[in-house]
């Protein structure tokens, strides 16, 4: 209520001002409401921006004394260009408004740069403002599913995709063997799909590392350099990250860790689509791709069956699901005799069948 309060007391300052002073040359009425329209504008403007932070106070106060100095400087400007009236007074007033308020801020804007932390005393108190950034891996580029799960919204802070990472998107988009061409290419269009997401922030940075020729060290690197996260689903690069203490996403554990829960003893029907390893084993496989073997059904390949779950195995590759096909229950079921339907009697056989045995009917 009380930012309320001051941004209509604004808007009224420059209401009387224009009222006063009379810049536009029209009737005082309309002066003023030119004025109040400005100042309404100036504040609208400034409802756009946020200063939440003590960072934010400190550059706020810094940006206005140097929006007044400037002011200063672009009045002696217009003391000099402009005829003195009341359009001069208008335009030095304005001029000082308007730089006081835009310096205000720009500077809180720019004040999450400072360190307050630095300064210690009754500054070290106050937390830092960090942004979250996560970094692309090429892999997860190409993967494609980081542009599905940005679309649902779950994705935030500053994806962040190096310079380097595209260099080697172009190089395999340009690779002479058609299969690598059409993942790099892929992956350039996941770029641009990424770029249209409204509430997400691309930013390419120019950031390398000459010293390192891996492309996933600089990764690493660039992680510790932002103190953010990586995105990826290489297996490898998790490991290794890991080790030396970044964090990671990986986009394979969740898709694994959204796949149904699936328990000991549940029921559930597959389609068999190739063998096992072991002996009398089919393999089959869910919509999500979870592997699904199931014991004694090699004979049932090309089949659809109901199998019962025996265990679930969580494995770094993902779930896979033990079942077991119950022959001679499924055969039973198929054997099983039909029970005969009994045939209803018409009502019109009624006489006939009391007459045929001798019984007198009464009309």
Do not use: H
């Not at 740069?113 to 997860?140: C, P, R």
């Not at 089919?282 to 199998?307: E, F, P, Q, S, W």
């Not at 679930?312 to 079942?323: N, R």
């Amino acid at each position: 209520m009380d930012i309320i309060l001051v941004r209509l007391l604004f808007i009224v300052v420059v209401a009387v001002t224009c009222f006063v002073i009379e810049p536009f040359g029209l009737p005082r009425v309309w002066d003023a409401g030119l004025g109040a329209g400005i100042g309404f504008a100036i504040v609208l403007f400034e409802w756009k921006l946020r200063t939440v932070s003590l960072k934010r106070l400190i550059g706020s106060a810094i940006g206005s004394i140097l929006g007044i100095c400037g002011a200063y400087l672009f009045a002696l400007v217009i003391r000099s260009s402009v005829p003195q009236g009341n359009t001069q007074s208008f335009l030095q007033i304005m001029v000082m408004l308007l730089m006081a308020y835009v310096g205000l801020i720009v500077g809180a804007n720019k004040g999450d740069l400072l360190n307050l932390a630095a300064l210690g005393g009754i500054f070290g108190g106050e937390k830092q403002g960090k942004k979250s950034y996560k970094i692309l891996d090429t892999s997860v580029i190409i993967d494609g599913r980081i542009a599905d799960i940005a679309e649902t919204g779950f994705l935030d802070g500053i994806i962040v995709t190096p310079q380097f990472v595209l260099r080697e998107l172009q190089l395999v988009a340009d690779s002479a063997d058609s299969l690598k061409r059409n993942r790099g290419r892929r992956g350039l269009d996941i770029l641009q799909r990424l770029q249209k997401v409204a509430n997400l922030q691309i930013q390419i940075v120019e950031d390398d590392f000459p010293a390192i020729r891996e492309v996933d060290l600089k990764l690493i690197e660039l992680a510790k350099m932002y103190e953010g996260k990586i995105i990826t689903n290489d297996f490898n690069l998790n490991k290794v990250a890991q080790l030396q203490g970044v964090e990671v996403l990986n986009i394979n554990e969740l898709a694994n860790s959204l796949k149904p829960i699936v328990l000991p003893g549940e029921a559930m029907r597959v389609f068999i689509l190739k063998e096992g390893k072991e002996y009398n084993q089919g393999v089959a496989y869910l919509d999500d791709g979870t592997m699904v073997v199931v014991d004694n059904a090699r004979k049932m390949i090309g089949k659809t069956i109901d199998v019962s779950v025996t265990s679930v195995l969580q494995t770094t590759a993902g779930k896979m699901i033990f079942g077991k096909w119950d022959e001679r229950a499924a055969y039973s079921r198929q054997a099983m005799p039909v029970a005969p339907q009994p045939v209803p009697v018409a009502a019109t056989s009624a006489p006939s069948t009391a007459s045929s045995a001798g019984v007198e009917t009464k009309p």
